[in-house]
C-alpha cells in the first residue's frame, strides 16, 4: 500500500512541478516525504484485545490516512449491515488498498457491534482448522471463563455481535465454504473478507478494490495533503 501511495504521490509531484503550480508542488512534496516517513514504521498489531467490563474485541485505529477511499469505505459499511450482508468480500489485486479499507471499515463499525470487532490475517492460515483455531485465540475475551477452542468457536459467535475482518483470505473452497457457513451460523455477527478474488459461495456480497487511477490519486492525495496542514 505505501508502494502504491508513493508512485501515486510522485507522478502527481511531476505533473504539479510540470504544470508549473508551486503551491500544488509544495504541498506534494512535503506529503511524499511523510509517506516515506511512514513506511519506515512497524505495522500495528491486527488482533483483538481484551477490554474492561463488558467484555468486547478492538482493533488500533489504522496507522494510516485513507486517501480517495471515502465513498468506497461508505459503501464497505454499508453492504456488510445490509440484510443478507452477512458475508462481504473486498476483491482485487495485491497492493489496491483492500486491507487498509477493511482495517478502517473494522475502525468505523466496532462502536456500533455490541461485542466490537477484530481482524485476523489468514494470508499464513491454511484450511479452515487453522482459522477456526486463530478465531478461537481472537474471540476469546466475550468468554473468559472459559477455554474457546476451535471446536467450540461456532458456538461462541453464535451468540455474539461482532464484526469478524479476515484479511487475505487463500484461495480455497473448502475454506471459503466454511466462512459462509460460520456466516449463516453467527447471524448476529458480519464478516467482511479481503482476498485476491471472490470466494464465490452462497450469501456472498463482493466489491472490487481497484487501484486508483493518476488523475484520482493526485487529487486526493492533494487534498489529504491540504486538509492535514503540509
Known amino acids: ?6 508512485a501515486h504521490c510522485q507522478s502527481a509531484l511531476r505533473q504539479r512541478e510540470a504544470a508549473g503550480d508551486p503551491v500544488a508542488t509544495a504541498a506534494l512534496a512535503r506529503l511524499l516525504q511523510r509517506i516515506r516517513s511512514d513506511a519506515a514504521l512497524p505495522p500495528p498489531a491486527l488482533t483483538g484485545v481484551r477490554c474492561a467490563q463488558p467484555a468486547c474485541l478492538r482493533v488500533p485505529p ?14 464497505s459499511c454499508a453492504e456488510v449491515m445490509a440484510p443478507h450482508g452477512a458475508l462481504l468480500t473486498l476483491f482485487g489485486p495485491p497492493g489496491a488498498g483492500k ?7 473494522a475502525a468505523r463499525m466496532q462502536g456500533g457491534m455490541r461485542d466490537g470487532a477484530v481482524i485476523i490475517a489468514c ?26 477452542a476451535a471446536a467450540s468457536v461456532v458456538d461462541v459467535l453464535r451468540q455474539a455481535e461482532v ?14 465454504a466454511w466462512i459462509a457457513q ?8 458480519r464478516i467482511m473478507c479481503t482476498a485476491d478474488r471472490r470466494l464465490r459461495v452462497r450469501g456472498e456480497r463482493a466489491i472490487e478494490v481497484e ?19 503540509l
Do not use: N
Open 1 to 6: 500500500l505505501h508502494d502504491a501511495a508513493l
Open 211 to 229: 487501484f486508483l487511477g493518476d488523475a484520482g490519486a493526485a487529487a486526493s492525495l492533494l487534498g489529504h495533503s491540504l486538509r492535514i496542514g
Open 99 to 105: 486491507t487498509a479499507l477493511a482495517h478502517a471499515a
Open 182 to 189: 460460520l456466516a449463516t451460523s453467527a447471524p448476529g455477527s
Open 163 to 176: 464484526l469478524l475482518v479476515l484479511d487475505s483470505v487463500r484461495s480455497d473452497e473448502a475454506l471459503a
Open 123 to 148: 494470508h499464513a492460515l491454511a484450511g479452515a482448522a487453522a482459522l477456526a483455531t486463530a478465531l478461537g485465540q481472537a474471540v476469546a475475551p466475550l468468554r473468559p471463563d472459559a477455554v474457546v
Open 62 to 75: 489504522p496507522s494510516e490516512t485513507l486517501v480517495g477511499r471515502e465513498a468506497l469505505l461508505d459503501r
